[in-house]
Every structure is written in structure tokens, then in C-alpha cells.
């Protein structure tokens, strides 16, 4: 169930951009930032990888070019794939998500402006109304990231995330009650995954980043070690490039489709996680942060460098 982390990150993608831009003002300058930062977090490093993807297929390095259907190459690069809902010719498979997540960007400010002035009771109806609807989604569409099931599923995942960092904004809590979150909400996510249920993993997931914004608990405190920091800034970077690193290794170190657990196995998987970490580390320094910088050059408001990795 990998594939739920994806839920996960809608939700979490939600809370934040909600969060970060609570008090964003509704003219022109402020929106085109906004939409000039989504562009530039996304767009750059998504076409490094399929430019290396190009190269490698084009003269059949690692991945035969008949491998690659070179006519949806322009609407893979623009991120329209799902709104197409191309089922083959996806390239790099795991960018459909980026695709869904840029229609969320585009609904977002409206979206805030009508929510923000909204009273309490309102926006409880909102998060209410939304786990609902990702509960739906995940019944119906668990690991599904074509067509219309998967716009569903990141919607409804980026609607119950920032609903409820809407709510949060005027809620506090008790330290006991957020630590106590933090742990129920923990323990649920990981039942469903071990039992495969779906559904679960949105709501429980919102509950879970409702509490850690508190930063209380074992659950926070081991999210704020220095690796696993870093580990979320080159986050994206890991996911974009994880499908091109696994194919230059099945092309170099094949193993059959359902490998023995041996030594030798563990070493080859241990290489492929090194390759991975090292390239996103260098593609997040020489790709993403000279982007990033971007902001200060025009004086746009600069996310931390830990927020903006996870709203990617």
C-alpha cells in the first residue's frame, strides 16, 4: 500500500498551502506570486526527469526507446496526463500526482477567500463534509491515478487537508489532548495500512498533521531529527526521480519479478536507496534551490525550506 502515501501528501499539501497563505491578499501581485511559486516548484525539476528519461530511451541507454510512446511526451511535460486520462504512455508514472495537485493550486485561492471569513461552526461542517468525501474516494478509488478517480482522490485529500488547517487556525489544545492525537491518530494510520484499508488512511492522516503542528510528542520529536528534516526537504526529488532510479537499476542489476530475500538482494536494493538519496540530494541543491531562489530575487514570500518540500 505505497501507493497511500500519495493520500497522505494530498492531505498534508492542503494544511500547509492553508496554513502558510492564511492571510494572503486577494489582487493580482499576490496571486501571481502564489502561481509563479507553484510553477517554479514543480514544473523545473519534473522536466530534468523526463529530459533524462529522453536521453536514456532516445539512444536506448538502459531504456529501449520503443519503450516510450514519444507522442504524449508534450502533454506529460505540461502535466495534463491525468485530465487525459491516459492509462499508457505516462513516462514517468509517479507525476501524475503533480498533475492532479496543479488543479488544487488553481482552486485554492477562491477556495480561501470564501472559507477564511467563515464561522467555526462552518468550517467544522467543511471537515466533516470533506473526511466524507475522502472516505468515498478511498472506497471507491484506492490506488487508482487516471481520469476522473484520480482527481477525485486528490481533491478530496487536499479539501480535508486544508479544511483542517482552516478549522486549526482558531482551535487550541491542551498539550495531553494533542499528544493523545498524535498517538491515536498514528496508531490508526498504521492499522489500516497493515490491514489494507484505504479509507482510513486520509482521516487518520489529518488527524495525525492536525496534532504534530503543535509539536508535541514522540511522533514530532522524531520528525524533527536532523535526517529526517532533510529527508523531507529532497522529498520531492526522491519521488520524481525514484521510477528513473529503479529503471537504471533493473536495466543494469536485473533480478527476476518476485526476487529471493538473499545477501545479495539486500546489497542491490541497499545501492539503489544510496543512488537515490545521492541524486535527489544533488538534483534538490542544483535544481530545486536555485528555483527556489527565485523568490527572494522578486521579494516573494519565501516557505521554509522544510514546508516548501512538503507542499511540493
Not at 501571481?32 to 511559486?37: H, I, N, P, V
Not at 507522442?71 to 504512455?89: D, E, F, H, K, W
Not at 471537515?127 to 477525485?152: D, K
Not at 529532497?234 to 538473499?262: K, M, R
Request: with cysteine; aromatic share 12%; charged share 10%.
Amino acid at each position: 500500500m505505497g501507493y497511500m502515501g500519495v493520500d497522505l501528501f494530498f492531505v498534508l499539501s492542503g494544511f500547509i498551502l492553508t496554513r502558510v497563505h492564511l492571510e494572503m491578499p486577494m489582487n493580482l501581485p499576490s496571486l501571481g506570486g502564489f502561481a509563479l511559486r507553484r510553477v517554479l516548484r514543480i514544473y523545473p525539476l519534473h522536466w530534468t526527469v523526463l529530459a533524462a528519461m529522453a536521453i536514456l530511451g532516445w539512444f536506448s541507454l538502459i531504456i529501449p526507446r520503443q519503450s516510450l510512446d514519444w507522442q504524449t511526451l508534450p502533454y506529460v511535460a505540461a502535466l495534463i496526463q491525468p485530465y487525459l486520462n491516459l492509462s499508457s504512455g505516462v513516462w514517468n508514472g509517479v507525476s501524475w500526482s503533480a498533475g492532479v495537485e496543479l488543479s488544487c493550486y488553481i482552486m485554492f485561492p477562491l477556495w480561501l477567500a470564501v472559507m477564511r471569513r467563515s464561522p467555526t461552526a462552518f468550517m467544522m461542517l467543511m471537515v466533516a463534509v470533506a473526511a466524507y468525501a475522502a472516505w468515498r474516494a478511498q472506497g471507491l478509488y484506492a490506488g487508482l491515478w487516471t481520469g476522473m478517480p484520480a482527481l477525485i482522490r486528490g481533491w478530496s485529500g487536499f479539501a480535508l487537508g486544508a479544511s483542517i488547517g482552516l478549522l486549526s487556525s482558531r482551535l487550541q489544545f491542551a498539550k495531553w489532548k494533542t499528544i493523545a492525537i498524535e498517538l491515536v491518530s498514528a496508531a490508526t494510520l498504521v492499522g489500516a495500512i497493515l490491514h489494507k484499508f484505504p479509507p482510513l488512511v486520509p482521516l487518520a492522516s489529518g488527524g495525525l498533521i492536525f496534532a504534530l503542528q503543535w509539536r508535541h510528542g514522540p511522533i514530532n520529536w522524531l520528525l524533527s531529527q536532523k535526517t529526517l528534516v532533510y529527508l523531507g526537504e529532497i522529498s520531492f526529488s526522491i519521488y520524481l526521480i525514484q521510477n528513473l532510479v529503479i529503471d537504471i537499476e533493473n536495466g543494469l542489476w536485473p533480478v527476476q519479478h518476485f526476487p529471493a530475500i538473499t545477501a545479495m538482494f539486500m546489497l542491490r536494493e541497499a545501492i539503489m536507496f544510496a543512488a537515490l538519496i545521492g541524486i535527489s540530494s544533488m538534483t534538490y541543491h542544483f535544481i530545486e534551490r536555485p528555483c527556489l531562489s527565485i523568490f527572494r530575487k522578486k521579494k516573494l514570500p519565501v516557505l521554509q525550506a522544510s514546508t516548501i518540500a512538503l507542499t511540493a
